[in-house]
């Protein structure tokens, strides 16, 4: 039951496990990139290789997710986070404000972010309640003067997620970062998305955006350079050096999931993948009790406890001699978390939910 390169089963929650075929490719392209001479850390950003390699890395993409024609697809730096500064500072006007919706920790931050530059409303917030389900968004108001409306899609931290792409009277943003690409989405309902690669897409390093091109014409002029969103599309993610390998990287995935079959095959296998799991709480008679409201259970992270701090600790340290590793929960919600992305196999899962039942029938 070893995996490939002895590889351990590895619920981290990002950067995580990525697909052996894409690093076996990526090993590859590190040495000798198609006969070109040069591996793809070593070549010029601006040069025709490296080039290609970027214009198909854009075109899988929109064809993965069927980013339509009135999008521009960025690759950019400094992390999702970099984007709860950037998206307030060239979306919300004079005289604006915008709205955010808080459903757990990354939420807040943006929320945060924005409120320290100008107006902000939190159109909703969870907090009173631990931050365990999701409200329906095409039912919260909004600011009459509001710029955008700004939610987290998949709170990684609580694992609690969005399904649906809403439609609202202003546009939408939505940071992505952890469950971009798990299931289909109609990428025409929303005014931004943006994400960090390092969960679902590639390396860290690299944050991918998605935004409808009259958006950028709202970004203010005199705006600082680096975070002049419209400059960075006029000049295609290469006003500077872009972070190359890491786009690569992305490519890779992409490819691998067009060919896999696309977003349809990922939400049906996510699906059974975190049903195994979540099967394994809600079986075992209250000893793991999952942190999210049913209605609310992520796909992507699978957030649970255990009745006290000594049996998580033994439950942690018993799961690395299963060759399961990662679980240890976020510090501000406690007890574990599997994470479970698109490149995770359904085996790990089964094998967790198996080493769940036995420790609590063990210690239950
Ligand atoms: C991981 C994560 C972030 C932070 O991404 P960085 O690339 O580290 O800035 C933001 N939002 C969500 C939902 C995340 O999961």
Known sequence: MSQPYDRIFNFSA?????????????????????????????MSHRGKVFDGIFQQTKAWLKELAGVPDNYQVL??????TFQNTMVPMNLRGEGQTADYVVTGAWGKKSHEAAALLGPTNKAFDAKAEGYRSVPDLEA??????????????????QGVEFFTDPVVSVPLVCDMSSDILSRPFDVSRYGLIYAGAQKNMGPAGVTLVIVREDLLQ??????????????????????????????????????????????TVFRDRNREKASVIYRAIDESEGFFKGHADPSARSVMNVTFTLPSEELTEAFLKGAKAHQLDGLKGHRSVGGCRAS????????????LAGYMRDFAAKNG
């Open 75 to 80: 690759f950019l730096q400094g992390g999702a």
């Open 218 to 263: 709202r970004t203010p002029a005199n705006m600082q350079p680096m975070l002049d969103l419209k400059l960075m599309a006029e000049n295609d993610s290469m006003y500077n050096t872009p972070p190359c390998w890491s786009i690569y990287m992305c490519g890779l995935v992409y490819k691998w999931m067009l060919k896999e079959g696309g977003l």
């Open 140 to 157: 919260i108001p909004i600011s009459p003067s509001s710029a955008y409306l700004h939610f987290t899609s998949n709170e990684t931290i």
């Open 14 to 42: 990002g950067p995580c496990t990525l697909p052996v075929e894409v690093l076996e490719e990526a090993r590859d392209g590190m040495l000798n990139w198609n006969g070109s001479g040069m591996g793809v850390m070593e």
């Open 340 to 351: 479970i992305y698109n490149a995770f196999p359904l085996e790990g899962c089964e094998v």
